[in-house]
Nanobody, 126 residues
Framework: VQLQASGGGLVQAGGSLSLSCTTPGPALGRYVVGWFRQVPGQERDFVAAITWTGRELYHRDFVRGRLTISRDNAQNTVYLQMNSLKPEDTAVYYC????????????????????WGQGTLVTVSS
């Protein structure tokens, strides 16, 4: 079972994109979902996470106020709304999911997550 991340593309600085993460398989509503990003040659970095109910949201400081995670369990989809984009936001964005039965609270750690998407490239031009 794999997640499907989509919505990446090329945008000018200050612009917006909306990323989506879904799966044709298990109901995403039972999973904590996180977004990570990776610049070539660098470590994959935590961006944001949301619990299965959507009540708890976590955002890294450097994206807070610009990138916002949300979910629609009826649509089996988690979103990352990206506003006021900067060139330094350029990266491949990955979504990841961890079933609520396995969740240990370490939403910012890659090893917390059991399912990963293939990544979607976001390029922000200056």
């Amino acid at each position: 079972v794999q997640l499907q991340a989509s919505g990446g593309g090329l945008v000018q600085a200050g612009g917006s994109l909306s990323l989506s993460c879904t799966t044709p398989g298990p109901a995403l509503g039972r999973y904590v979902v996180g977004w990570f990003r990776q610049v070539p040659g660098q470590e994959r970095d935590f961006v944001a996470a949301i619990t299965w109910t959507g009540r708890e949201l976590y955002h890294r400081d450097f994206v807070r106020g610009r990138l916002t995670i949300s979910r629609d369990n009826a649509q089996n989809t988690v979103y990352l709304q990206m506003n006021s984009l900067k060139p330094e936001d350029t990266a491949v964005y990955y979504c990841a999911a961890d079933h609520q039965a396995h969740y240990s609270g370490r939403y910012n750690e890659q090893y917390e997550y059991e399912l990963w998407g293939q990544g979607t490239l976001v390029t922000v031009s200056s």
